[in-house]
Each structure stands twice: as structure tokens, then as C-alpha cells.
């Protein structure tokens, strides 16, 4: 059984950080593409960052070099650091798997960025 699990996520002010993990079981993450997503209320769900199985990395355009994206295999973990946080970083932050055709989803960690 496949199991993504995010964890990390919390309350932070304007302008602080935080580090998502995305713990994989049943998976080696290194050899899945690996993707953070985020949903706001009332938002469609939009890619965050993603790394390819040759660490090839790539950012949301409201990125803008506050966040990156890197996978540890040895602990089958792929992380999101995000500093610089803004109230419009709010959301559900999903991580997923991607090794056509299979894709895996997880259930989210909630960042509120609020003072």
C-alpha cells in the first residue's frame, strides 16, 4: 500500500518559514517525480515545485526563489522549504507522485500564514 504523509505545516507570521516533508512508503521517491501542490479556499489546486527522478527542479511562477524543493532517498522523504512566507502562502500543501501511469496523492498539511 502506498502512503504519502505531509507533515510541517502550521501557523507562521508574514515573512516567516517553514519546512513541509512528504514522508513515502511503498514507493521509492526516487523514482517517482515528485510534486508539492497547494489549494486555497475556494481556489483551484495549483503546482507549488516539483523534482524529476534526475533532480531536475522546477517552481510556480508566485515562487519567486522563496521556496525549494529537494528529495532525501536515503529517508524516502522529499521536502518543501518555504521562507519569505506571505498571507496568499495560506492553503492545503499536498505532495503527489508521478510515475506514469500511476499517481499518488496525500492528504495535505495546512500552512496559515497570518499574524
Known amino acids: 500500500q502506498v502512503q504519502l504523509v505531509e507533515s510541517g505545516g502550521g501557523l507562521v507570521q508574514p515573512g516567516g518559514s517553514l519546512s513541509l516533508s512528504c514522508a513515502a512508503s511503498g514507493i521509492a521517491v526516487s523514482r517517482y517525480s515528485m510534486e508539492w501542490y497547494r489549494q486555497a479556499p475556494g481556489n483551484q489546486r495549483e503546482l507549488v515545485a516539483f523534482?524529476?527522478?534526475?533532480?531536475?527542479?522546477n517552481y510556480g511562477t508566485f515562487v519567486k526563489g522563496r521556496f525549494t524543493i529537494w528529495r532525501d532517498n536515503n529517508k524516502n522523504t522529499v521536502y518543501l522549504r518555504m521562507n519569505s512566507l506571505k498571507p496568499e502562502d495560506t492553503a492545503v500543501y499536498f505532495c503527489?507522485?508521478?510515475?506514469?501511469?500511476?499517481?499518488?496523492w496525500g492528504q495535505g498539511t495546512q500552512v496559515t500564514v497570518s499574524s
Open positions: 523534482i524529476t527522478t534526475s533532480d531536475t527542479t
Open positions: 503527489k507522485a508521478i510515475a506514469w501511469p500511476r499517481t499518488y
